[in-house]
């Protein structure tokens, strides 16, 4: 049996346009000066970087945005504005009659590069789809292959799988349903600070240690300090107190809080 975290195999390798040995960034050998506007002004230095590496280069064929051979070598270069699930389907398509299989975007500029860019550079290798950024910053247009497609091959991330499972493991049921946004989710961090606001709710203002002996867990104290949801407030010497927001809280989440209160009823402490 494979390891949980073992690499995957890899496919077949794939010719790649930066195996030519050009530089990564060029110039284009158009006139420039325009903001980025259409897609056509795309074409025109990707076309001149596949020719400046030796490549015959001609566009729409076959559907295709560009076409360019050099040798046996085929490769094939989307065009778009900007990334869309469309453009996925599209450059996963060419990939059944070319042996590369590049994307085009215009290059995203100060913010633009943020955590939802780096998601789509990722999914883009993980469909072995190369990617090739120009950028309009300059006075002349430069085009940039970031990289090219590749066998993909799949790492887990352990220590999130650890943190997924214990989370998981954590929750006492499923509160949630998938897809609402009415209410914070419910998480096992939630379930416990719920669990502590009843018992603050059943028996008045109570000590960490008395929470725990009702049930609250190792984690009460934390709970208790961080107050992450402002439910609790200290009020004396390691003695808490139920809010008016945990008051609400206990409402916004009275389906759970329904089962902890039976919890304990059948507890009972004297």
Excluded at 30 to 59: H, K
Excluded at 65 to 87: C, Y
Excluded at 200 to 210: D, K, N, Q, S, V
Aim: charged letters at 25%.
């Amino acid at each position: 049996m494979r390891p949980a975290c073992a690499d995957l195999p890899a496919g077949p390798r794939q010719a790649t346009l930066s195996s030519v040995g050009n530089d990564p960034e060029e110039p284009s050998h158009v006139s420039a000066g325009e903001e980025f506007t259409r897609e056509t002004q795309l074409y025109p230095p990707i076309r001149d970087m596949l020719v400046a590496r030796g490549y015959t280069v001609r566009s729409e064929v076959g559907g295709c945005d560009i076409v360019a051979t050099r040798g046996d070598d085929l490769v094939v270069v989307e065009l778009k504005r900007r990334p869309s699930l469309a453009l996925l389907i599209q450059a996963a398509q060419r990939q059944r009659v070319a042996d590369s299989v590049y994307v085009a975007l215009p290059k995203p500029e100060g913010r633009e590069m943020d955590l939802r860019w780096r998601r789509l550079q990722h999914l883009l290798r993980r469909l072995e789809l190369g990617l090739i950024l120009v950028s309009f910053s300059t006075p002349v247009p430069t085009v940039e292959v970031a990289f090219d497609p590749q066998p993909f091959r799949p790492r887990r991330d352990c220590r999130r799988r650890r943190v997924l499972l214990g989370e998981l493991a954590a929750r006492s049921g499923e509160h949630n349903q998938g897809g609402s946004c009415r209410r914070g989710i419910v998480t096992a961090y939630r379930e416990k600070a719920l669990f502590i606001a009843c018992c603050l709710e059943r028996y008045g203002p109570l000590t960490p240690a008395r929470l725990r002996d009702l049930g609250a867990g190792e984690k009460t104290l934390s709970i208790l300090s961080r107050n992450v949801y402002g439910w609790f407030q200290r009020v004396d010497h390691g003695v808490y107190a139920l809010t008016p927001a945990g008051q609400k809280g206990l409402e916004e989440y009275a389906d759970i809080v329904a089962q902890f209160r039976r919890a304990l009823e059948a507890h009972s402490p004297q």
